[in-house]
Structure formats: structure tokens, C-alpha cells
């Protein structure tokens, strides 16, 4: 990591050492207090209210066994977490990951991005993580069912659209929300629609959820690329992972007349010079739940390269949408040499340390996760505005109110950048805009 200064330096040691073994958080922590020297020379209120120290300090975590029968009839158990990481602006807001490499550092990362995130969208949310070490690949629908049953029945208690509003992540989408809601109503009796975001449109989703991280990563690509008086019509776009952010991102970028060329799973990844077809992708992924490996045999322009990077393959935007640093520094070399324009993250930490220093010093076009995918949390909160009035909105106006949304984060970013002495890093501009904005409401508050 860069050197922190000598104000924030302590803070970080206090974080490594209350955190041992947890690196992800470890990461996510350093390139937040990377980006603040400026900010707490300019405001030394922070440091003297311990707002940093508060921060990175979750207000509640929860860890919990979850017990289900799977179809042969045995005993299975998962571990499940909860991080209601800061709640200064709003309540607990942020998705649930199942996937089995979920453990307290990574769902602590997860927390600790959203506050800021959430911070970023305007909208009154804070900030909160969660998931399981639960595999979802293979099980039956009624594994995931009586997974989800289990989870919630000890979830609902910390629970509330006032208190904590969970959604989806990696191996958390349409079905499961949907098992959790039926739980959590059948659970309080409360028909309480708020609770729970990115459900399906019949009981109460919003339109434009399923699609608003990937849009929303595609909608603040186009506004860097016109900072520098660029669009993304005509591009050759790379997204990795072939998961609900990432057909998203392929398909808003396609309409913006790039050619989307390749995208990946963790078991490899496909090119298809043609152009992805996303009608196919969707079936094979969203309905089939089946390998990328099943795309390429339905698809003559395409062809499956089994292990190995996506990053490899040349592109103008890459959009990386699987998971935390899948993109290092060698992958980002590669990019570079290749002639990357723009890299925005569609996931949360996609690229390492290394890969954005190195990607600043070529000056490539980078946005960070926290502001480049804060478009599907935005919808949550715009999901949760509907509930709570009883409501529901347009495709179009949902999408344009996600659209105004991308473009104020954007414009928070670049002005920060600006006012802080980092013009176009938007990684300091997002840390930097949405520190100043929790920071203001944790002072207000008191100390709490
Ligand atoms: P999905 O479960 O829909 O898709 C995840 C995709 O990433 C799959 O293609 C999966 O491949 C791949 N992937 C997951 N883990 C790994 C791994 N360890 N190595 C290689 N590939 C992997 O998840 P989402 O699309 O919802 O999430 C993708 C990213 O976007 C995550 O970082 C998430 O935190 C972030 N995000 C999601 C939001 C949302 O609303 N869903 C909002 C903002 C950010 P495979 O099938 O082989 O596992
Ligand atoms: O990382 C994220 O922002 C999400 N997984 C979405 C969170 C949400 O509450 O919609």
C-alpha cells in the first residue's frame, strides 16, 4: 500500500491489529484512509471526535449457525454473518453473498465499501453486509429454499426497512430474495415489503433493479469517457464474470454501440468477436443456471478458453463485474499494453492495489467500485421509496432516476478530485465526497 500519514497511520494499525487475518478488510480500510490526509488536515474535527476510529468499527456484527436437511435427507451447516457497519445515514443497507468463500474479512470489506457507496448515491442509506459460506451451485431449488428458510429464521430478528435492508450479492438474487421475503412475512406476520430489496416484480420489486448495477456501471463509464470528450460508441468492451452485474453491463454497453466481446466465470472465459448474444447468455445463465461452456457450444462466433485471464483478451473498456481482486497487476499490464481507455469496477475491490496504482500512473481512466456499481444500491433505495408509498414506477422513469443518480455520483467524484488537489482520481474523489458526507452526520450525532 501507498504510506499513510502520520494522523492516519495509527488508525490503521488499530485496524490490523483488532482484525487479524481479515486482509481483505485490511485493503478496503488502506485505500479508504489513503485517499484522507487532505481531508483530515482541512477538517482535524475528525480525527478529535474519533470518526476514523468509529468508522472502522462496525456498530454490530452478527455470526450464527445455519442449520437445513439437503434432498438426501442429511444435517447441514452453513455459518452466516451480518456487519450493521455504520448507520449515520440511514438504515443498515448492503447485499447478502453466498458463495463458499464467505468469512468475516470478506463480508467486514463488503460492509465497510458500502457505507461509502451508499453515501455516494444521495440517497439515505447506510451501510451493512452480510452472507454465507453457503455453495448455492448444485443444490436444488429446494436445498436453496430450506437454506434460505433456516437463514432468515434467525436473520428476522435484526431485521426491519427502519433498522437493516438486505438484497442480493454473488449467489444471492431473484430466488433467494424471494425465499427470504416468504420467510421473513410468514415469520412477523407483516406484510413489511420494505425489508428486503431486489425482490421479484410480482410482490413488490422495482423495475430496472435486476439491471441497475450493471447500467449503472455503464452509465458512470460514459460519463468519465465524455469527461475526456469520448463515448463508449464503437469500443471494444471485455466484462468478467457472466452474473447478473455483468450481463447488465454487456447489454447496457451494447446499446451504447459498443461490441462486447468476451466475459468470463471462474472456471474460464468466452470470445465471441461477434458480439456476445445476451438473449443466449441470459438463458444459459438466468434460466439454465448452466457454464459459460454452454454458451460456446450453442454459439458458432464463439469460442471457450478454459482457465486462463479475460484480461488477455485486447479491449478499450474493461469492465471487471466477478469479484475482489480478480484483476492484479499483470492483468492490468496486459490491458495497458492492449490500449485500455477506461476501467471501471462493476465489482466490489475487482482489482488490486497494484493493478489501480498502475493503471493512475498510465492514465487510464479508473472508477472505483464504490462509486462505478453504487447504481444497484441506488435502486434498492429507489425500491424501498416505492414500498414505503405504496407505489410502483415505470421501466423509463425508474431508469432515468437511476441515470441522474450515476451521473450526480460522478459529478461528486470529479469535484471532490478537484477541491482535494487529485483532479481526475476518482478513486480519492469517491473516498473523499463520501467520507466528508458520513463524517458531517457521525459529528452531528454525538458521540454513539
Ligand atoms: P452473481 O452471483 O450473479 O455472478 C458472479 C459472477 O462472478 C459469476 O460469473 C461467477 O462465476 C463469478 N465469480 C464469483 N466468484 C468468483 C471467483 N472467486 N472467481 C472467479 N469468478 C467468480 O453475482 P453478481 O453479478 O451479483 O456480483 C458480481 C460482483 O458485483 C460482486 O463483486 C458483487 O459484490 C458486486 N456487486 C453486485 C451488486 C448486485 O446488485 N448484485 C451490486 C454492486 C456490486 P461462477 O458462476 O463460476 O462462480
Ligand atoms: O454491493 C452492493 O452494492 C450490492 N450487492 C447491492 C446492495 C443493495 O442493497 O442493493
Redesign the pocket.
Known sequence: MNELSSDLEPHYATVLARNPGETEFHQAVAEVLESLAPVVRKHPDYLHHAVIERLCEPERQLIFRVPWTDDQGRVQINRAFRVEFNSALGPYKG?L?F?P?VYLGIVKF?GFEQIFKNALTGLPIGGGKGGSDFDP?GRSDNEVMRFCQSLMTELYRHLGEYTDVP?????V?EREIGYLFGQYKRITNRYESGVLT?KGLAYGGSQVRRE??GYGTVFFTEQMLASTGSSLSGRRVVVS??????IYAAQKAAELGAQVVAC????GYVVDEAGLDLALLKQVKEVDRA?LTAYAAERGSARFVAGGSVWDVPCEVALP????N?LDDAAALKLVENGVLAVAE???M?CTPDAVRLFQERSVLFAP?KAA?AG??ATSSLEMQQNASRDSWSFEHTEQRLHEIMVGVHERCASAADEYGSPGNYVAGANISSFIQVADAMLALGVV
Do not use: F, M, Y
Open positions: 447485499g453473498r458463495h468463500s463488503l451451485k438484497a442480493g450479492d454473488i449467489g438474487g431486489g441497475a448495477t464474470g457472466s452474473g447478473n452485474v455483468a468470463s466465470d471462474s472456471s457454464r463485474c466477478a469479484t475482489q480478480e462493476g465489482a466490489n475487482p467500485g456499481n444497484g444500491v
